[in-house]
Every structure is written in C-alpha cells, then in structure tokens.
C-alpha cells in the first residue's frame, strides 16, 4: 500500500478518473459534470475567500463565479493543478488528514458512482479505520437537522460512534465508506441499514438521510 496519506492517494485518483471520463461525464452532484467537480475541488483549496461561499450562504455567489471561472480552463489544465495545488494549507499533513480525507474519498465516489455498473470498493482495513475515524466529527454536523439520537455502527468491525447522543439511538449500520457517503446526502450505497424507534427512524429520513 502507497506510504501516501489516504487523502492524497484519493485526490490522485480523482485525478486520474476525471481525465478518463472527460469534462462531461456526470456525477452524483447534482448539476455537475466532471469538470464542475474538480473546478469545486480546486477553487476550495486556491480561493480561500471564494471557499467560504460553500459553507457561509451570503457568499455562495463568490463560491459559483470563481467555479465557473475555473471551469472554461481544459479539464487537463484543471486536473493538473489539482493534482498538485501548490502551497496551501492542506499541504501540511495534519490538516491534509483532517480536512481531505472525506472531501476526496466523496468527490471520488460521487464520480465512480455516477457511471454504470459502479460497484463498491473494499477498502484496506487501515483505509477503513481512517475514514472510520473520520467520521465522528463530520458526523456530529451532518445529524444535527435529524433532531435525534444517532449511533452510526461499522459492519466489518462491530465498533460504534455516537453522533448525537440520547437514548434509543438510531443505529446505522454499514462500511465506513457507505457510512460517510449516506452522512453526506448521497442515496447510491450499498449494504447500510437504519434501525431505531420508528419514529426516530422517520425523523432521520426526513431529515435527507436514507438507505
């Protein structure tokens, strides 16, 4: 296994599969193609200012132009460079590990998972314990607008994570990848199941959360 950290190997496959596919290809976020994504991916990392827009909604519109912006470059041109963005912050491992894990594991799969007959990888078992360990603080955010208890359970290993907690919790239960994927709003998974109190369970689907 590659000595890289699991966040780097993931954005080189980013990479590499975006060039395959070509700018057009869809992917699971909804209104962008390939290129959209990997322009997202670059503009998060080299326009601090502009990356605000994601997470803060008064900016969102800085967020959208310096995207298009990014997206009239060729897609190799947009690949390369993030590839290999330079000097930033996520440059420094711990941030690299905190902050890109997730973003470049998702971006990957909502790529892999837009094409036909994707399947789910297998994960080496130390990839799985460092998206399993990253799932706790994205987690705790994501179920928040459930408004409920919610333990998410790893299938593989049995281990368990509450992201909210109270009593009868609802238990959802898979690999670390599908895990992190549902967490996100993404519908195309494999092998999660959601148990609970049924009115807890109905909560946490209304709330964008399904299996």
């Known amino acids: 296994m590659s000595d890289l950290l699991l966040a780097r190997r993931e954005r080189h496959a980013l990479c590499d599969l975006a060039l395959e596919l070509g700018p057009e290809a869809p992917t699971l976020c909804e209104g962008w193609a390939v290129a959209d994504l990997v322009a997202h991916c670059l503009v998060r990392e080299t326009s601090p200012v502009a990356a605000l ?21 060729p897609l190799p041109q947009l690949v390369e460079r993030l590839r290999d963005p330079g000097l930033t912050p996520y440059r420094l491992r711990p941030v690299e590990r905190v902050a890109n894990t997730l973003e470049f594991l998702i971006h ?28 706790g603080g994205l987690g705790r955010l994501l179920v928040r607008p459930a408004g409920v208890p919610v333990q998410v359970r790893d299938a593989d290993s049995g281990r368990r994570t509450t992201l909210r907690a109270g009593a009868d919790p609802v238990v959802v239960t898979g690999a670390p990848v599908e895990l992190a994927l549902l967490l996100s709003g993404r519908d195309q998974v494999r092998g999660v199941t959601v148990d609970g109190p049924p009115d807890r369970v109905a909560a946490f689907r209304a709330a964008g959360f399904a299996c």
């Open 53 to 73: 827009g994601a997470v803060v909604p008064p900016l969102a519109g800085l967020a959208d132009r310096a995207v298009a912006r990014a997206r009239r470059r």
């Open 108 to 135: 990957h799969e909502d790529v892999r998972r837009a094409q036909p007959g994707w399947q789910p990888r297998a994960l080496a078992p130390a990839d799985a314990a460092v998206v399993w360990g990253s799932l």
